[in-house]
């Protein structure tokens, strides 16, 4: 299994933009699919980005279409998540999430978690 360390959260206004950052150690990161998930209080934990093990493959979930990307940094071993636009409704402790893949982009099947950092958008 990798460790993940989440950074970049906080607290900003609608319309602001973040950059969320995600370390990944312990293992080969390129042999991982990557993503991005968030969970606002009294709801399930909800898929946001994915990128594929090799970068060329990214996913979305529609809420946050055309807002924000995901891209990842192999030799920082590090996973990006830059949102801008932002909106109360992101409001949520996003968290970071691997799984060995070399399928493409995923939305499920992750086993390795970090411990969440906390965004929150005021109106």
């Known amino acids: 299994q990798v460790q993940l360390v989440e950074s970049g959260g906080g607290l900003v206004q609608a319309g602001d933009s973040l950059r969320l950052s995600c370390a990944v150690s312990?293992?080969?990161?390129?042999?991982?699919?990557m993503g991005w998930f968030r969970q606002a209080p009294g709801k399930e934990r909800d898929f946001v980005a994915a990128?594929?093990?090799?970068?060329?493959?990214?996913d979305y979930a529609d809420p946050v279409k055309g807002r924000f990307t995901i891209s990842r940094d192999d030799a920082k071993n590090t996973v990006y998540l830059q949102m801008n636009s932002l909106k109360p409704a992101d409001t949520a402790v996003y968290y970071c999430?691997?799984?060995?893949?070399?399928?493409?982009?995923?939305?499920?099947?992750?086993?390795?978690w970090g411990q969440g950092t906390q965004v929150t958008v005021s109106s």
């Open positions: 999430a691997a799984t060995m893949s070399r399928v493409g982009a995923r939305r499920n099947g992750y086993n390795s």
């Open positions: 312990g293992r080969t990161f390129t042999n991982y699919a």
């Open positions: 990128i594929s093990w090799s970068g060329y493959s990214t």
